[in-house]
């Protein structure tokens, strides 16, 4: 374990292991916390987790893990590494099983009063429409020649079918779609789990929310992408299902085999990497750029299944149904970007694993419509808790390679809390406080139960306070669809 007296604070949020402290370390280990998470931030193994990531090949400027840090696998979750072009690596598990695990949120025109008689009903048709569960398969069933077509043009490919508009390709990351993806470098395990789960939600930490827009902070910027107080949104929380855990694991154990052919020595072997330039990082990036590019469909379909929803319980009973996206973002991949370091310019792969990409005002990545404003950021809580849309700022560019935190952070393990808590006294304590619940597992519930995570407002506050994203809206549920 790390302890207190092995790093330094050097500011109100930010704290820092040296690069002195071993002797592997190529660069700092830095961490963005405040007292009270720092408490539970020490009694895990993610800070040592942090300090090994410092040790990696060609890793710029500082290893960085956001305030939800905790453990994971190689990498702490939170986590965030950048390493130099063209030789520096790429790790699997700087990514995670889970590719472009992320977060969709839909708005609407309608607030909370409108929808209060037909919240009961919408949860069980969202619930009936969009699958859930461990292994759960949808209405797509595609042929592997479909399935090529959305692991190379992802949530294009889903506009094409049908599900979705080009103004949701305009508010999702790289318009819903990694350019570089290559099918062939998917394993025939991988796509035929990806065959039947397009338009699904899965289980773990998944979920479809029904939130109203509690309190607006920054009136000018929630005005600017369309959210106001007491309206009704929709999250979307999933990721590249089967596939995306299957591609990892793949690519772990080639990793794994291939390794000591570039020399590479590291500290625990669950951060086995290639050089990006090499064959092995090649083939793992289009991988994993096919994954990404299979989430964003899934989300996309996930997003037509929801505003159908909508229309089969609101048709005739209220004015304005419409949903209209606000924006889509990954918040578990690796990606080649250009950042400013030390007055220059240099290409960097930016390994995100359970942080989320901030860009800030001016950025070119961004749509129009938001490049002035900056990114929105999507951070969702645990079950039943707030959850907040912040934007990126140009102190997330500078301190942290245009990135921040990715949701609340688990202090629990998923077995400890079905040890724990009860579902079924966590679903009656939900729907006594006004939330509507659709589960098809009281143990996977259990898991997922607030008391197993940080408070998201803690860690928003953190990431606001050290200037690395800006807190535009918070957000509260009204019902919860999970696996």
């Known amino acids: 374990m790390v302890a207190k007296h092995d790093f330094k604070q050097l500011d109100e949020h930010l704290f820092e292991v040296p690069a002195a402290f071993r002797s592997d370390m190529r660069v700092p280990a830095r961490f963005y916390s405040d007292a009270e998470l720092l408490k539970g931030i020490i009694t895990d193994n993610s800070l040592q987790q942090l300090i090994n990531t410092a040790t990696l090949p060609g890793v710029v400027k500082y290893a960085l893990a956001m305030p939800d840090i905790h453990q994971g696998y190689g990498f702490p979750i939170g986590g965030v590494v950048a390493t130099e072009l063209p030789d520096g690596v790429i790790s699997p598990g700087g990514v995670g099983y889970d590719i472009n695990c992320g977060v969709r ?17 919408l949860a069980t048709v969202l619930y009936t429409n969009c699958p859930s569960g461990v292994g759960k398969g949808g209405s797509i ?21 049908g599900f979705g508009t080009e103004v949701d390709l305009e508010r999702t990351e790289e318009s819903g779609c990694l350019d570089g993806a290559n099918p062939e470098k998917v394993s025939s395990r991988a796509r035929d789990r990806g065959l039947k789960q397009v338009g699904t939600l899965g289980a773990g930490n998944h979920f479809i929310e029904l939130d109203t827009v509690e309190t607006v902070l920054d009136p000018e910027v929630a005005r600017r992408i369309g959210l106001f107080e007491g ?8 990721g590249s299902r089967g596939l995306g855990h299957q591609v990892c694991g793949d690519y772990v154990r080639r990793f794994q085999k291939s390794i000591s052919r570039y020399g590479l020595k590291l500290p625990d072997r669950e951060l086995v990497c290639a050089p990006l330039s090499s064959p092995q990082g090649q083939d793992y990036l289009a991988a994993m750029k096919a994954a990404a590019n299979y989430a964003f469909a899934n989300r996309q379909v996930l997003a037509f299944h929801i505003r159908r929803s909508f229309e089969q319980v609101l048709a005739g009973k209220v004015s304005n149904h419409h949903i209209f996206q606000i924006y889509d973002i990954a918040h578990n991949m690796a990606k080649v970007e250009t950042h400013r370091i030390d007055g220059k310019d240099m290409q960097l792969c930016v390994h995100r694993k359970g942080a989320t990409r901030a860009f800030g005002p001016g950025s070119a990545e961004l749509p129009t419509a938001y490049r002035d404003i900056g990114q929105p950021v999507l951070v969702p809580g645990s079950m039943g808790t707030a959850s907040w849309v912040l934007v990126g700022t140009p102190e997330s560019m500078a301190q942290t390679f245009g990135s921040t935190c990715h949701g609340a952070g688990r202090t629990m393990s998923r077995k400890k809390a079905r040890k724990n808590i009860r579902g079924i006294t966590l679903r009656e304590d939900l729907e006594n406080r006004g939330i509507q619940i659709r589960a098809g597992s009281m143990p996977g519930l259990a898991e997922e139960a607030p008391a197993a995570y940080k408070d998201v407002d803690r860690v928003v506050n953190v990431v606001h306070s050290a200037g690395i994203a800006k807190k535009v809206a918070r957000l509260k549920p009204i019902a919860v669809i999970k696996g």
């Open 231 to 238: 309206q009704i949104a929709v999250q979307i929380h999933c």
């Open 105 to 121: 949120l839909l708005a609407t025109h309608l607030d909370h009063e409108e929808i209060r008689p037909f919240v009961d009903d």
């Open 141 to 161: 069933k595609l042929k592997a020649r479909e399935l090529d077509q959305v692991l190379s043009k992802g949530a294009r490919w889903a506009v094409k079918n």
